[in-house]
């Protein structure tokens, strides 16, 4: 089972651009790449998925270079309601026992 | 849609009571798993059932018990509750191919 590695905390300002990066150095072929986000008291919500190059959605971009070691989740323009503590997951379709860190608690200033 | 259903939000419990907490979803997924959640911390699966019938063991199992009857219900249950089971659960479910989870609200339980 691949495992992730992400920062522990970061801080931004509304407006900026915020870019949190995991690490995944054993991902194996089949697995794809996940980002969920969770605000206090709440279950985690799906954001994006992807297997390599570049997707995009309503509220997020996802960036993984060729040797897809590594993976970028980043938040356009971010406003306070982006704080939150955002988890990366690698695993395939079949992978059921995916591992979920501590996540990166994201926290935007005014 | 109502998404992934958790009943109840709170629960009190005596240690060495039983209980069951509840999980419905109207997805029509085939896959669900409940995971405990403690302070700080990221997910840790107990269960999982890729169907109706069809339930396995997560990261920590030790304490709970499945069952998956229909496609929509997922119920865990507490066999003799103990304070280290104090933690936040939640179900989630998945169709068999495509996106990521859709989680429900959670259940705080604190066994005193």
């Known amino acids: 089972l691949a495992k992730t590695t992400q920062p522990i905390s970061m801080d931004s300002y509304e407006g900026q651009e915020v870019n949190i990066t995991c690490s995944h150095n054993?991902?194996?072929?089949?697995?794809?790449i996940t980002w969920y986000q969770q605000f206090p008291s709440q279950g985690p919500r799906f954001i994006i998925q992807g297997y390599k190059t570049k997707v995009t959605n309503e509220v997020a971009s996802l960036f993984i270079p060729a040797d897809r070691k590594s993976s970028t989740l980043s938040l356009p323009r971010v406003s306070l309601s982006d704080t939150a503590v955002y988890y990366c997951?690698?695993?395939?379709?079949?992978?059921?026992?995916?591992?979920w860190g501590a996540g990166t608690k994201l926290i935007i200033k005014p | 849609n109502a998404g992934v259903t958790q009943t109840p939000k709170f629960q009190v419990l005596k240690t060495g009571q039983s209980m069951t907490l509840q999980c419905a979803q109207d997805?029509?997924?085939?896959?669900m798993s409940w995971y405990r959640q403690d302070p700080g911390m990221g997910l840790r699966l107990i269960h999982y059932s890729v169907g109706a019938g069809i339930t396995d063991q997560g990261e920590v199992p030790n304490g709970y018990n499945v069952s998956r009857s229909t496609t929509e219900d997922f119920p865990l249950r507490l066999l003799s509750a103990a304070p280290s089971q104090t933690s936040v659960y939640f179900c989630?479910?998945?169709?068999?191919?495509?996106?990521?989870?859709?989680f429900g609200s959670g259940t705080r339980l604190t066994v005193v």
């Open positions: 054993n991902i194996a072929t089949n697995d794809y």
């Open positions: 997951l690698v695993g395939d379709e079949n992978n059921y026992q995916l591992i």
């Open positions: 989630a479910s998945r169709p068999d191919r495509g996106d990521g989870y859709t």
């Open positions: 997805m029509n997924h085939e896959y």
